[in-house]
Structures are given as C-alpha cells and as structure tokens.
C-alpha cells in the first residue's frame, strides 16, 4: 500500500536527485491526452472495484463527494475539469506532481487549498500494491472528501501545521494525527462505523479490513493518544481511531499544537497494537491478522 511512500518520501528526495523539479512547486502537466487506454483500464478496474464495496462502508460525505464530481469508471479524470468542480464547492484545486514530493512542499501546497495528486496510475500487475501514491488513491481516495467543507478546512490546517512543526522538528507526531484521519480514519455514523480516510478508500483488501475484520482494534479518537502511537506504513493498520462526528475534524483544525509538542516530548509511545486503560474502546481486536504474519 501507500503507507510505503513515507519511507520513499524520506530516502528518494534528496537534492539534485534524479526526480528535481522542472518548477520549484514540483507541480507537472496531467497530460491527460497522453494517457493509454491500458493506463484508463487500470483506472477502470479499481473504480468499479471500490464502487461496489463502499456503499455501506464509506461515510455518506464520501458518497455524495464522490457522486457530485465529474469522475467516474470510463477514464481516469481530468484535473482541470474536477478542480473547476471543487474550487467552486470548498476552494480546493488539484494538481499533478510525479509522485511523492518534499514535506515542505507538500504541506505548502495543503496550505494553499491545492491537493497534490500524483500523475501516474499504478501498473495493472500491481493493483494492490503502491509504493508511491498514483492518481488512483490521491483522487478517488481523497478528493470526495474535499467537497466537504470541515475536510476542506481541516487538510488546509494540517498543511499550515505541517510547515511549523517541521521547523520545530516534531513533524512525526502531527504526520501520525494525519495518518489516523485523512488517510485511515473511522467514523461513527447513525447506521455504523464508517470510512473516511483515503488510504482504506482506495484499498479493497483495507475495505473490508477495517470494517469488518475481528483483528484490529477500533478505539475512540484522542488527539494526544494518537500523536503518541506508531502506524504501520507497510501493511493494514493494527488499530483504527474513531471519530464521534467528522466535525470533531474542525475543532481539531484549531487547536494550538505547541504546547502539545512540549508536553509529550519525552513521552512514551505507544505500539501500533497497543490498547491502553484510558483509552475508550469500540472493538478490541484478536489482531490474528498481524500475529499470524510475526510468527512467520
Ligand atoms: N507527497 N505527493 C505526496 N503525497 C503525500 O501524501 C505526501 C507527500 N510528501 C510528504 C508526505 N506525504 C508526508 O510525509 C507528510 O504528510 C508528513
Ligand atoms: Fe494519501
């Protein structure tokens, strides 16, 4: 999966690279014209793939994000036409970049309401697996989300926050609160738990996982548990954090991270599996799913 591409993200990008930008905002032309029909099959594929398993899994702002954009199974969308859509919805646009691009970078495009979608679709003998994120899950994965104005604001701030606490050194730990939101993140609906995050979106095997597997836990989102918590960047996640309402993703946009930052420095962190006593628990997970894969 994607959660590969943090890794690529740190090693990959050093200066006078091979990858170094033509324009100093790393953005490139989509070139859609360009794109083969192999390339919009694969686009296919995957569509219709995720169209059929989250109806009843995915939140109802995914949905109705999903259904309000000009993007569905014949081709792999047109920026421009879908940013036409957005912008004029919450003020959010798309971009093409090559791939994974620096933090700082990264965080200063968030800050200006542009999302950074890679350019390439993955290869159709690697449908599940993604070392850097493609076109698939940067768009089908996150932009639904972006025509709901709390994730709109919400990624917005994190880009904002992202800049600070990377002068300050602690991007770790807000990157964590991203990882259990924006790209795995759960959400309570009147009629069950719910996918909100990009990662599990655009990830069939995840799907079904997060929402329906006895092996991971399912605990109530805190903000500072999870900023103390590892993740898993190469498999499904061992723990799901859960919102009681994605509004809760508004006030979250407005808290002051600094004093926070001082307060857990020195703090223990805790394992990707770990249940804690404080910690108000949805479903405790058998986590037969990871276990099976340490004995090996
Ligand atoms: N670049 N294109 C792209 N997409 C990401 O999700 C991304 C990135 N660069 C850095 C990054 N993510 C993360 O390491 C930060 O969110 C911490
Ligand atoms: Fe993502």
Redesign the pocket.
Known sequence: MLQQL?ET?KHGLAAGDAHAPERPDWTIDQGWANYTQEEHGVWRTLFERQSKLLPGRACDEFIRGMQDLPIGPEQIPDFEQMSKVLKKRTGWEVVA?P?????DV?FGHLANRRF?A?QFIRKPHELDYLEE?DVFHDVFGHVPMLMNPVIADYIQAYGEG?LRASRLGV?EKL?RV?WYTVEFGLVQQSDGLRIYGAGIASSASETRFSVESDSPNRVRFELERVMQTNYRIDDFQETYFVLGHLDELLELAQIDFAPLYDRLKGAPEHDAGAVLASDQVLTRGTLAYHDAKREK
């Open positions: 943090k993200a970049v791939g994974l691009v620096p933090d990264f950074p890679g994120p992202g991007l990157a991203y």
